[in-house]
C-alpha cells in the first residue's frame, strides 16, 4: 500500500543557511493533517523543496503514490499527483479562471473529463460567479483561497499541500476556508494543511497535528498535541526540544556549566 505522501529525511539549505534540518512526514490516503509552527520554522521551505521550486539544496526523499519526486522537475512532481496551494495566490490580471482551468484541462490527460469535473467543483464551492473574472483579482481573502481549493478539485492530486490556507482571514472566512477543506477529502487525496494558529482546527476534523520547529518535525499526534500548542505556545516547546531557531546562532557552550 503506498501513502499519498511520504517525506523522509528532507533537509534543505539556501546557500550556507539549513532551513530544514531533517523532515520526516507521512500522510495516508484520505486522511488531513494539519502541520503547525511558528514564523520561520520552515513550514513554506518544505512547500517549496517539495513542489522543487526556489533555489534550495536539498536532500532526502519524498513519494507521492510511490513516485519518488526529489530531484524530479517541478511538472514531473506535478503530474506524479502533487498539488500546492500558496500562502499568497497571485493574481493573473488579463486572465479569467475560466480560461485558466482550460489551460489546465488541455495540458491534461482527458481533457473533457478535467472540464466536466471543474464545473461539478464549481458548483461544489459556490465558485460560479469567479469564474469569468480575472484569476483572484479583487477577490477578499476567503474567496481567494476557495479559487485555490477550486483549483485542486479540478486537477484531482494525490497530496495537496495547502500553505497558510487560513492566513489573514477573519473568522467567517477561516469557517468557510475550513469547510472546502472537509469537501475535498476523498480515499484518493492526502493533504497537508499548513497553519499558523489552532482555530481553523475547530471547524474541521484533522487526523494527525504535526508542529515544526527550527526545520524539524518535533512532535506528531492527534488533536490534543494542537490543544496543547495552545496552552503552552511555541517558545515552551523550544526549550522543551532545545530547538534553535533558523539562521540564529547556536548558544555557545557555557565553560563553567560544571562549576
Ligand atoms: P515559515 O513558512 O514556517 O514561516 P519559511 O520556510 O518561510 O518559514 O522560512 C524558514 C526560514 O528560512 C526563515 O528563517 C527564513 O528567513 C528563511 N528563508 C526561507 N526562504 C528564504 C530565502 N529565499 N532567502 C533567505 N532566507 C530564507
Ligand atoms: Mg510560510
Aim: hydrophobic fraction near 40%.
Amino acid at each position: 500500500m503506498t501513502t499519498a505522501l511520504t517525506v523522509r529525511g528532507v533537509v534543505a539549505h539556501l546557500g550556507e543557511l539549513e532551513i530544514l534540518r531533517g523532515v520526516d512526514l507521512e500522510v495516508p490516503f484520505g486522511e488531513v493533517h494539519a502541520l503547525m509552527g511558528p514564523n520561520g520554522s520552515g513550514k513554506s521551505t518544505l512547500c517549496h523543496v517539495l513542489m522543487g521550486k526556489g533555489d534550495y539544496t536539498a536532500e532526502g526523499s519524498a513519494l507521492v503514490d510511490g513516485t519518488e519526486i526529489m530531484g524530479a522537475p517541478v511538472d514531473e512532481r506535478a503530474e506524479a499527483g502533487l498539488f500546492e496551494t500558496f500562502q499568497y495566490p497571485v493574481e493573473i490580471p488579463g486572465v479569467s479562471l475560466r480560461e485558466l482551468i482550460r489551460e489546465m484541462a488541455e495540458t491534461s490527460v482527458d481533457p473533457g473529463a478535467f472540464v466536466a469535473r471543474a464545473e461539478e467543483a464549481a458548483a461544489q464551492l459556490g465558485m460560479e460567479r469567479f469564474l469569468d473574472r480575472p484569476v483572484n483579482q479583487d477577490l477578499s481573502g476567503g474567496e481567494k483561497k476557495r479559487s485555490e481549493i477550486f483549483q485542486l478539485l479540478a486537477r484531482q492530486p494525490k497530496a495537496a499541500i495547502l500553505d497558510e490556507i487560513d492566513s489573514g482571514l477573519d473568522i467567517d472566512a477561516v469557517r468557510e476556508v475550513a469547510e472546502a477543506v472537509e469537501a475535498i477529502r476523498s480515499p484518493e487525496l492526502g493533504v497537508v494543511m499548513i497553519t499558523h494558529y489552532s482555530r481553523i482546527l475547530k471547524y474541521m476534523d484533522v487526523d494527525r497535528v504535526h508542529i515544526m520547529l527550527g526545520g524539524k518535525i518535533v512532535q506528531s499526534g492527534g488533536r490534543e498535541v494542537a490543544d496543547h500548542l495552545e496552552a503552552q505556545g511555541y517558545e515552551q516547546l523550544r526549550e522543551q526540544f532545545g530547538i534553535t531557531p533558523i539562521g540564529g546562532a547556536t548558544p555557545e557552550p557555557d565553560p563553567f556549566a560544571s562549576l
